[in-house]
């Protein structure tokens, strides 16, 4: 009895442990896919959707603020306090901050594993297009944090604490990475390879605007380096662009349409930039619309040159004027409020009609506009980089705006003769216009612009000393906790005094 | 208050003031009374101070130094009688004069507190090598809580209870013994009848028995992993009373909110000092008296407090219960109705508990069954977080109905809309939700021969959860003061099975005696979640998904882990006075890559009873009895969820558009070869009696190390990842527990019983990431894990400081500016806890009162953030609205030679101090002004309860016991003068010492408990 008994129970546990390895085989995640089911074509949608989103939104936004179009309303004077105060460290904060750093590299990771996922598949136009958005994003990264890991970045805990590379350095990576990706994108294709079609949600798979778009994110980054570069590093740049093949005219080699990203918005998922700042999916205006607004010198500088713009961008007060507010001011005046001044105009207000911003819920994302497009042609002009008519690339700069902003070509040709719109041989001019056209789709490049030439003069925060402007953000409050002796090295605490590598003092 | 008597409450008192009254008549009524003498039977004398109990009843009383008691009972009765040093036995009282023969053991250890169980085995506490605690029923229900937990605060040397907020239904946060892992679990594993479940605060605190704190990590050997930080062996009741006992017990309570932050009355509504009837932030004029638009006068007393309600909690139990020879039963009804101190929270509870022991031969077959329904009802956080915003002239009560088109409630003509009415918040927001848990279990026991016994258990905790959060829509005309109606219906399903195979010997080989268990188990856990929102409702009072505009949000996801086990424990034991004890664990995880996946941990505990080793120690001095005990043990853990080796990915960003699909990877890089973690711990201490057993006292020593841990560190987002799961850190504890009871006056008819703890625990952070790496880890918010420093460490935002702590400012604008580096202000659990309980008995009446103290930790409040930021928090006032020079401030002076010296800085006012922008930037901004030690001394617990005596009971017929009782709880608290922002046991997001901005203040409770058996 008794040895029948332990023989028993080891039987028993012997058929339990013999079972137990298909029993605990269950750790395959029934709810979300891994790896193995992504293929190319479903990251390159969502890649592309983020990337235009942190422009259309946490981009622009500060950019906005910092480039001179944006104020508040006395309403919304609490919510975007960090931003007008120039408060550094709550603008780094973990919590509440502005996650540009956290985000852009999260994106850029997209990318990587879509690099990664596009040699495997034998994929090189995804390869390309994977390399012209991260230099994209590190350079934005540049922009707003100065020197930044590029060497070591997206390698997961093989650098858990990845090393700062110099942000000039970063550049040259950058349109090196673009020149690659030109390349590659310029050869023809095997048979076997996968191309990119519709699920390429910018070009829709045309990969000579690809190019194109490559060759004028390189231009704007050179032209970032224009206080600070030697013109023969620029000029050698440039004529790699310029001797590809195929080059008719100057123009033809960098895109002169607008870049924009259209997933396919539809009544439920919106244009962000419309249902952040206009109106959500039920139609109903949003804090953004209700706290943002215009600055007195954003209408000011329309109304100068009588610009048709002006009515295309903005709605009248109840008083059936155009009145903005004053960025910075911390005061709760009643000609502040919101119903006493300028919201952007949108179909809503305007008869049904598409308006300079906002034409329709279901809108793309401008990630380039051909505006800018021409007007980095004519400071490039203007300065002797490229040949080419200077002011017949600024006025082809206003002109696309115009379109843009829904003005008729009679109401253009009118501006465009004025004399003080005329192209006078100035980078003020250039500038100017630019920065016209620029208003609410790309901020971060009027606050970039302004940084690097300091035009146009746009007022300070009411409260800073006139030196006193953001000039870029401190290290993130994440990277702090997570690779302090890259962020002590650098030593940046002011935001308002510290530059990047293209911000000449 | 007074207004919510309700007529439960009424009769209470009456019963109470009747008892009194009786209570007066009640003595020397000899029949109702029985009456003995206990002897030993070694020598036959008198034993003095025997515990005497009337089996199942709260009736004790002592013998006097001659042996005698005298007890309220009748013929029929079981007594029992236990005293240290002697075998407890249980006598039927056949006559009115009983004459009762003790044998004397080496059981010394005071009986009451003899059962320890482990897997449902009894053991003996000295056989025991590790720390050992038992709360008792009558213990445990002191102050009538709803949730066990509650009951155990304050009461164990090494456990701490912190309550996380004051709502309807509060969860709790505990750890034993510090903690051991820097992110993840560190409560204790709760055993119910001898299935481990993840939660007892479902569980009936009248259904349970006793609860065992087996402080040490020994239990994971028998348990498993979840054992590491110690267990709660909870034993529910089992059925008493050969004629069959039915009890009834009723208690009220109220609650009424206390230790709100204070707020400024001085000025109101408005901004740079100028009144602004549209403005909620309190940056106005000072209040003059003047009448405005509003109301320009600071209502009397804090219009804070005006938010709250009277809270009310009604609790009715009733048991049945019988014993037949060894066959048991007990059923248990209980129904709970809170009513929560913010209006219309509400929450009810319905539950009914059935166990059973059943011998059909030699098979001993017990089950247990326990079904708990709770309802609640409640608003979110909003309608408090409004509150504390709101200036001193804010007129609440004209804000109750806001449905009114006219009120100034009513969103159209509310002041402001930025901020919103309370009671529109509370209205439109509601979180509503139905829980049902089952936990059971069937056991079956068979004797194979005289010395090996097998047994099969089979558990089962089940949890549905059904959640409705809903936001009425609210149209307007007016910007910024429509509301979006939305709907999101939730439900969780878990279930938790689990199954024991146990053989136990028991042999003895002359003078040592062998216990062997050996076992097998397995485990599974299942969750399916699923959830359906909306957000653009487009009725107002519909809320049902169909009627929508915009994206139906959701999803579902399912959960399956997996683990089995094998384990043995060997007990020897020599001459009863020596024990050791050897224990391993083999697990295998369905979590970790299968190359990983299996891992052992081993134990190894003794126990000396010196005693009984040498009598003569107890018959020469005051000692009666002195344990010494140790143990080493090695527990691994998985600290895991399901499925987190592999990169996933999900659709983001509105995809998919038609057929265009888009995935994103997850931001948490996995980690396919993480592996499990182990925590090495050591523990010695001594238990001594002495002055025949009227003073017991314990010290303990703990150690403990866990090393590479597993969690989820945050990465430096150029990695790819913000987070990485990693193996990595070590913790490392060393604890004092010191613990004393003992009676201070003893007599027959009077007792008053003291008993006090206290836990020194100094928790460090030994490594993160390694030599050379990063030496911080945040943990949430200010809590960071530091290498060398105490676990969790409050670091918070500073000034830049001179090397004499003076905060630097500008020399033209005075104003500070930020430090780089947070400062470290200390460890947020503190680090010395006390409890002290104590209970005076006289006769039938009995007070009791218990305190809880706790030291040298440190909390921050992020309601005073916002009230700063609001300017209703007090420190906005302190220079009276006006520039000033910043205290203790100095300037820098730069010298010839290059080196900077620091001047006082007397007359450089700062730039815009007087206004909301300086507190918004330079105070709110700064946690530095709003962190404050987190001491103080609370008294927990009040009561008083009177058993009415046999006499007066014999007059009422049908009782067979009544007890009533008056008791309240947080009667009163003593905090560090810099804590005016509120309770600092309070925490949130499972982070000690944290007061979040959302945070309800606590709440203090007084009620009447009536305990009737038929």
Redesign the interface.
Known sequence: MKISTSYFAIIVIALLSVSCEKYLDINKDPNNPVEEYISVEQRLPAAIYHTSLQEVTQLNQLGSFWGGYWGTSTEGSNTYKKEQLYNGPAIMAKRDGIPIWENGYTYLNYYELLRIDAEGEGAPAYKAIAMVMQAWHYMRLVDTYGDIPFTQALQGQKYPRPVYDNGADVYKSSIDMLSTAVELLGRSPLPSEKRPGKDDILFNGDLSKWIKFANTIKLRALMRGSEVNSSSYIQSEISKILTAPSVSTTASVFLTETAQVQPGFNATNLNPFWSTYYRNSSNKTTNGYIHIRPTQFAIDSYKLLSDPRLSRLYAKTKSGEYKGVIFGYEGSDAEYNKDNTSPLLGPSENGGKAAAILKSQTQPIILLSAAESWFLLAEAAHRGWISGDAAEYYRNGISASMQQMEVSSSERDTYLSRPDVVYNNTLERIILQKWLALNSISGFEAWSDYRRVGLPEIPNTPGASPDERPRRLLYPETEVQTNIAEVTKRDVSDITTARVWWDKE | MYRLFSKTIFLSVLAFAAGMILSATASGQADLSLTGVVLSEEDGKPVSYVTVNIKGTNRHTMTDDNGRFVIPGTIGDTIFISSLGYNPVLVAADNHNLNVKIKPSSFVLDELKVVATALGIKRAPKELGSSTEVIREDELTQGSPLNPLTGLTGKVAGLRVNMYDSKVDPNFQITMRGSRSITGNNSPLYVVDGVPVPDISRLNPGDIESITILKGANAAALYGSEGVNGALIIVTKSGEGSNGRVSFRQSTSLSEVYLLPTAQNMFGQG??GVY?PT?YQSWGAAFDGTIKKVNSSAGKGDVRRNLFTTGMNIQNDLSFSKETGDDRYYLSLQNVTVKGIIPKDRSSRNGARFNTVQNIGKLRISSAISYNHINTNTTPDGPWVSMYKMPANFPLQEMVNWRDPSSQGNPNNFFT??VKNPYFLIDTYRNESIQQVVNGKVEAEYP??SW?K?MYRLGLYSNSLQTRNTVERFDSER??A?Q?GSVTDGTSNFRRLNGD?I?SAEREFGKVKLNAI?G?N?REEMTKTTNIGAS?LLFPNLFNQGSR???LTGG?????????S?YAEVTAGYSGYLFLTLTGRRD?????H?DN?SYFYPGASASFIITDAFPAIRENSVTDYLKLYTSYNKTGNVNLS??S???????????P??D????????K?P?PDIRPEFVRSFEAGVQWSLLKRRLNAELAYVYSNSQGQIFAS?????????T?V?NLGELENNIIEFSVDGDIVRSREFRINAAFSYTYINNVVKDL?GSG??E???IF?QSYAIKGMPYPSLKV?DYKRDDQGRIIVDALTGLP??S?EPTYKGTMVPPHQMGLQATIRYKGVSLYADFDCRLGGWMYSEVANAMIQSGTHPMTTQYGRKEFVIPNSVIAVSNPDGSVTYQPNTSVVAK?SG???YW??YVA?YSVNYAAPGDYLKMRTLSVKYTLSRAAIAKLKIFKEVTIGAEATNLFIIRHRDNDFGDPEYLYNNTAGYYSWRQVPPYRTVGFTANIVF
Do not use: C, W
């Open positions: 901004v740079d602004s403005e809309t930025v194979i021969t090996l097998a910007a910024g429509s979006q195979l053989l050996a097998h397995f653009n505009s915009g994206n579902s996801a399912m959960l399956t882990e997996r683990q089995y094998i295998k995880t369905s979590l970790l299968p996946s399901p499925y080796l592999n990169l996933t990915y999900s659709q983001a960003g509105g995809f558009y038609g265009i699909t888009g995935f994103i990877p997850s931001s890089n980690n945050t990465s430096s987002a150029a990695t790819g990842y913000t990485s990693v990431y790496e990063a911080e880890y945040n918010r935002t500016s930020a780089t815009g206004n909301s922008a918004n930037k901004g």
